[in-house]
């Protein structure tokens, strides 16, 4: 083997990393009876993480500080300024094009019994050492009920199409889009007087790349009917190509 002249200069190769992105679990066309399954088991998975959450007792949800610190200053019942939150964010998918669907129903009659349903079954732990570990499940369940009800195509609620829409506005990331609203909930909340535990900063950073995760993992195709799918299928076969994959629903619109 020949030693290599000084003066030559070797090709220099850059070692790039693959960027992870969570597989769906499948990517068979689902029925209208699948999704509608996921969004009940997803919406109920949500209310009991919510009622994980707080039987361990270490912090709340950024939305909640939020309600809790406009209690203060106007005293209007909590719940009822919970549903006024939602009702002004509502009003924010107008300008981001959102469209309500059954889910978004769903998870205002939904999530507060099954939330309720969670403190009952759940205990209030003493300790720290349990407390600690409750609180941490519930964060990921959250994120997997999420990705749950969202994936199902039935609609987010009001605060997830809040991140979905500007999630496909601009295309930014899902888990920088979730973190960005809860910080900015969580400041506005601690402003006007809401109460703030280490747990609750804990959901604000966590929740959203749990949350980035969860969705396409979870995310179902809608079954399309047999006659449109052969139309797209024939189309394809004439102009000499595959047909296209179904896109992400919540994907960046180009």
């Known amino acids: 083997m020949q030693p290599i002249p000084a003066d030559v200069t070797l090709p220099r190769r850059r070692l790039a990393l693959p960027a992870f992105e969570p597989k769906p679990l499948s990517r068979r066309p689902a029925s209208r009876a699948r999704r509608m399954a996921q969004l009940l088991v997803g919406l109920l998975l949500y209310g009991i993480a919510i009622a994980t959450m707080m039987q361990a007792t270490i912090g709340i949800e950024p939305w909640d500080v939020l309600s809790q610190g406009i209690t203060r200053h106007t005293g209007i019942p909590f719940g009822i300024v919970t549903n006024l939150i939602g009702g002004v964010v509502l009003l924010l998918w107008i300008p981001l094009r959102q469209r309500p669907g059954i889910g978004t129903v769903l998870n205002v009659l939904l999530i507060g019994p099954s ?4 403190l009952w079954l759940i205990p209030q732990p003493e300790s720290l050492a349990v407390r600690i570990p409750l609180f941490a499940a519930g964060i990921v369940l959250i994120a997997a009920a999420s990705g749950l009800y969202i994936g199902a195509q039935h609609g987010p609620g009001p605060r997830d199409g809040l991140m979905t829409g500007l999630h496909a506005r601009t295309g930014l990331p899902i888990w920088l889009v979730r973190t960005g609203i809860e910080a900015a909930v969580l400041v506005l909340g601690w402003l006007l007087g809401g109460n703030v535990g280490w747990g609750t900063l804990a959901v604000a950073l966590c929740i959203g790349p749990l949350v980035h995760l969860a969705i396409p993992l979870f995310a179902l195709t809608p079954a399309l009917p047999a006659p449109s799918r ?25």
């Open 230 to 254: 052969q139309m797209i299928e024939s189309d394809a076969a004439a102009r000499g190509r595959a047909p296209a994959p179904e896109p992400w629903v919540f994907g960046p619109r180009r």
């Open 115 to 118: 939330a309720q349903l969670g």
